[in-house]
């Protein structure tokens, strides 16, 4: 249910279509799928950081109601450390690391990118720890954000 909250609250994500609180996995212990009501090319930084509060919803709903962490979410983390990632590195949506891209994926046989964090880079250990440090500082934001919209709407 925190991914239909945070979605349904935050301007411009896509509308949510159907929730399901069934697992369908041991990974999966339900899902909220949301549909574009038109074709998407570009997204601004805004609309990234809030699909990052989407995504990381299911943390903060466990920090909220049990007040610790389980791994359920171990999926929606690695989702919000690759989309983070990208806008440092990739996009050049930081700024204090400024318009640079750090890292160019490697495209693997029909366009997967299977080595997204092995890809090539030219740069210094310490660009490599603020690189970190910017993308722990993006979802750190989307996670309090995503908490704050819980506790509005769930206390």
């Not at 301007?11 to 996995?25: A, L, N």
């Not at 029909?110 to 970190?132: Q, V």
Request: with cysteine; net charge negative; proline share 4%.
């Amino acid at each position: 249910m925190g991914h239909a909250i945070v979605a349904t609250a935050l301007p411009g994500t896509d509308p949510v279509h159907k929730v399901s609180m069934i697992p369908r996995s041991v990974g999966a212990l339900g899902y909220t799928m949301q549909r574009p009501t038109e074709d998407r090319f570009l997204l601004s930084r805004g609309d990234l950081e809030n699909r990052l509060a989407v995504i990381l919803r299911g943390r903060a709903a466990e920090m909220l109601v049990f007040n610790e962490a389980s791994p359920g979410a171990a999926d929606d983390l690695n989702r919000a450390t690759d989309i983070a990632r990208d806008m440092v590195a990739r996009f050049g949506m930081h700024d204090k690391l400024g318009l640079v891209t750090y890292e160019t994926p490697r495209q693997t046989f029909l366009g997967e990118n299977a080595f997204a964090h092995f890809a090539e880079h030219e740069f210094r250990e310490d660009t490599a720890r603020e690189i970190d440090c910017a993308g722990r500082e993006l979802t750190t934001g989307a996670f309090e954000k995503a908490l704050g919209i819980l506790r509005k709407y769930c206390s």
